[in-house]
């Protein structure tokens, strides 16, 4: 039997995903998983038994979404703030999961020290959404972090990616839509290309919020582009579509 209390540090919580009795380890004064999250991994496509790795994991929250849709999966993941990462490590053995679902405290820049090359079938990564300099920084450095490219770029991350999929494997990241035609190049650059892309709204009559975008390495070009995911209806109720990722119908 685990005890639970023992692993939260001061000002820690424990809080159910409500998905296959899984919960997550969150600090309120840390950066905490958000919606951004969920539909990431809704849109990520999972194979039985694949090999999976989350670059910047934060809370692990991704690696637990995905494992919700399939328990034989293996996943590294990675993430470069100590605070954090041990965190996402008592969330592992909070749900009997840190032999399937390995969490690394490491930079993801230096990858090819530390994880095997084209290993994987998938590699998912919620980035920083900003540029280095494009706006101020948060005072707190956990946020900063998760938020803006201090540590990394969309170009480090690229490269990693490429490095440890196999060929023809798959990338799925999420980005602000309006860095999209960014995205497509610096993916291009490390053998990335764009297959797949689905944008997030608001609501319907909105621009574009967010871009879900999956590449694959070392494959022709052809894009297919989804149907739009629409948060909201006109009167401000959670669609159809959320309500299935949440499982809520």
């Not at 009997?96 to 690394?104: E, F, N, P, W, Y």
């Not at 084209?118 to 005072?139: F, G, H, M, W």
Request: aromatic residues 4%.
């Amino acid at each position: 039997m685990i005890d639970w209390d023992r692993l939260l540090l001061p000002g820690e919580r424990i809080d159910d995903l409500q998905l296959c009795n899984l919960r997550v380890i969150q600090s309120p004064s840390s950066f905490r998983f958000s919606m951004d999250s969920v539909l990431l991994s809704d849109f990520a496509h999972i194979r039985p038994g694949s090999t999976v790795c989350d670059l910047g994991t934060g809370t692990g929250i991704l690696p637990l979404l995905l494992y919700g849709r399939e328990q034989s999966i293996q996943c590294d993941a990675v993430e470069i703030q100590h605070d954090a990462a041990d965190r996402a490590k008592r969330t592992m053995i909070l749900n009997g999961l840190d032999h399937k679902i390995r969490v690394h405290c490491q930079d993801l820049r230096s990858v090819r020290s530390f994880l095997p090359h084209a290993r994987y079938d998938l590699v998912i990564c919620n980035p920083p959404y900003t540029p280095e300099n494009a706006a101020l920084l948060s005072p707190n450095p956990a946020l900063s972090t998760a938020r803006q490219e201090t540590n990394c770029t969309l170009q480090d991350i690229a490269s990693a990616a490429s490095w440890l999929l196999k060929s023809r494997s798959r990338f799925v990241l999420m980005l602000p839509a309006t860095r999209l035609t960014e995205a497509f190049d610096t993916l291009r650059h490390s053998r990335l290309e764009p297959k797949r892309l689905r944008l997030v709204h608001a609501t319907l009559k909105r621009p574009a919020r967010l871009a879900l975008i999956e590449a694959m390495l070392d494959v022709h070009p052809g894009l297919m582009i989804e149907s739009p995911l629409i948060v909201k209806d006109d009167q401000g109720n959670d669609t159809d579509e959320v309500k299935r990722i949440y499982h809520m119908d």
